[in-house]
């Protein structure tokens, strides 16, 4: 069913999520501090609202995707939210969620917190996730057109939920990331092609070790950090030798170090018997 939805904040993510919402027939009223970032989606059959508080007026769904939080606000202060959907899809902390709920609910809107798991270009299209979380009634009643943007996934009522597994995601991604930094820096020290490694050993590497993940993920929620695969100790010998590897080859093993640290803590524990699940006991304040 066609609704009408505004977009505020026009930047590369916000015109690919209104440009999805028009391809899916539903009729889009657009507003961006630099107005030129409309034209092209007004060219393509948006209505072009001149103020933010026009652009809240024409829709019951009114999704903000901007730089940060308080950029939400700089926007939206001057408008009458008062019986509609926000649904926040700016990028931010948990903490700022709840405050932007408890905000919202202030100016009697219903809130919905977005997390987009994807670039731009991926809005649409395969592959593409938005979380939310925050008003369940809201994103029942919306969701068909949310699915227009990316598989639309609701992870829960409290409204910081979505940003905390976004994190969540964005870290796993940085500590793959690393890993695969680090594994690049000591293959082209050797010589080795780099393309030929990354395709032929590292990902096959890679998607085995995390289908892992929730024999990991039982450990973590269970406690039991018992292990017959490889424990701590291991791993700190295993990292050491690494890292000296590394520097006998010329190549810094920093993005590794802070894993080596934890290891080190826990096993001066007396933890050394234990598996690499355990090191997440570590990780709480
Ligand atoms: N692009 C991406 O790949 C990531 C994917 C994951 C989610 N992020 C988040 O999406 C939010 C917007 O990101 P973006 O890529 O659209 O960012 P920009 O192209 O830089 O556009 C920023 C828009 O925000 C407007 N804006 C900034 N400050 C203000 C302000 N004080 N008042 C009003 N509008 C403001 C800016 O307006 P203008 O510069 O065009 O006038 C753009 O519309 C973000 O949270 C990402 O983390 C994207």
Known sequence: MSENISVLGLGLMGSALAEA?????HRVTVWNRTPAKADPLVAKGAARAA???????????VIACLLDYPSVYDVL????????????????RPAEAREAASWAAEQGADY???????????????????????????????????????????????????????????????GQMAGVLEAAALV?????????????????WLNAMAAL???????IETGDHHTEVSNLEINRVGLENLARAFREQGVKPDLLLPMKTIIDQRTARGLGHEGLSGLVEELYN
């Not at 919402?21 to 027939?25: C, D, I, N, R």
């Open 77 to 92: 202060k001057d408008t009458e939210l008062s019986g509609r959907v926000l649904a926040n899809l700016t990028s931010g």
């Open 51 to 61: 103020t933010p508080a026009a652009a809240v007026e024409a829709s019951p769904l």
């Open 213 to 219: 993940a929730p024999v990991w993920a039982e450990k």
């Open 188 to 204: 082209t020290s050797a010589k080795f092609p780099l393309t030929e490694f990354t395709t032929t050993l590292l990902i096959p």
């Open 112 to 174: 919905l917190d977005g997390g987009i798991m994807a670039v731009p270009q991926m809005i649409a299209n395969p592959g593409a996730l938005i979380l939310y979380s925050g008003s369940e009634p809201a994103f029942d009643r919306h969701e068909p057109a949310l699915a227009a943007l990316a598989d639309a996934r609701y992870v829960g009522a409290d409204p910081g939920m979505a940003p905390l597994l976004d994190l969540a995601m964005l870290t796993g991604m940085y």
């Open 21 to 25: 919402l028009m391809a899916a027939g």
